[in-house]
């Protein structure tokens, strides 16, 4: 495979970020030194992702999820572990240029594939797209350039804690990828052409954002904000 490549670590710890300790099925017991030891081999699977344009095998946990996975092994914490059950949208990262929720999806299922975080999303947008924030740089925090739509989430103060928002920006860069694809929506016209791109209005936008909530509201930006950027 092209492109930078890392052979990163075990991938052995649990859900809550600990590393296995003790005895049980699925555990390690600490070895000599106070080590821990790691899972039997027919509990680990080697997996090769690329993440943001960037290679990494990695031997996990059968059970580990992309999430767990992204935030824990490749110190990638974007993408937030939200309800944990596929039903909030906080998780909400690229496969293969779909949308996913990361916390429903096993790593070792995904093997050869393509993760686009919102770590990344910059580098999907034409160089000349890429800004530092505002024009003054008010908003540039040394991080690197920015993806037209977070930028205009920043313009449109299309956000309030920030939780939501990492998962917000990819699910809308998705949905526009997928309108231009002629994908349709449950508000989609039965009538319009099938495989033609799809008109974003602010009903389809609504429609296909559903899937991500805001706990503080600011679902009129969030739309604002993505017509913003709409080709």
């Known amino acids: 495979m092209d492109g930078p490549h890392h052979e990163t670590g075990t ?17 390690g017991a600490p070895a000599e030194g106070g080590a821990v030891g790691t899972l039997p081999d027919h509990c ?9 344009g960037v290679s990494h095998t990695l031997t996990v946990d059968n059970r580990r999820v992309l999430l767990d996975l992204l935030r824990e092994d490749l110190d990638l914490v974007g993408a937030k ?13 690229l496969l293969d240029g779909r949308r996913v929720n990361s916390c429903l999806l096993p790593a070792v299922a995904l093997d050869g594939c393509g ?28 991080d ?15 956000f ?4 939501c928002t990492p998962g917000q920006l990819c699910s809308a860069v998705g949905l526009i990828g997928e309108a231009v694809a002629g994908h349709p929506s449950h508000v989609t016209d039965p ?8 008109p974003l209005t602010r009903e389809e936008i ?7 909530l805001c706990r503080c509201g600011a679902y009129p930006h969030i739309v604002e904000a993505v017509e913003d950027v709409l080709p």
């Open 11 to 27: 991938g052995d710890r649990s859900r809550d970020g600990a590393r296995p300790t003790g005895s049980g099925p699925g555990r």
């Open 44 to 52: 680990r699977s080697t997996t090769t992702l690329r993440v943001n």
């Open 81 to 93: 572990k939200g309800c944990d059950h596929g039903q909030c949208g906080a998780c909400t990262v």
């Open 115 to 142: 993760i686009t975080t919102v770590e990344g999303l910059p580098a999907l947008a034409p160089p000349e797209d890429r800004t530092d924030g505002h024009e003054n740089g008010e908003y540039d925090d040394g």
């Open 144 to 158: 690197g350039p920015l993806h037209p739509l977070q930028r205009a989430f920043l313009e449109r103060d299309a």
């Open 160 to 163: 309030q804690c920030g939780y």
């Open 191 to 198: 009538a319009a052409p099938s495989g033609e791109p799809v």
């Open 206 to 212: 609504r429609e296909r954002l559903s899937g991500n």
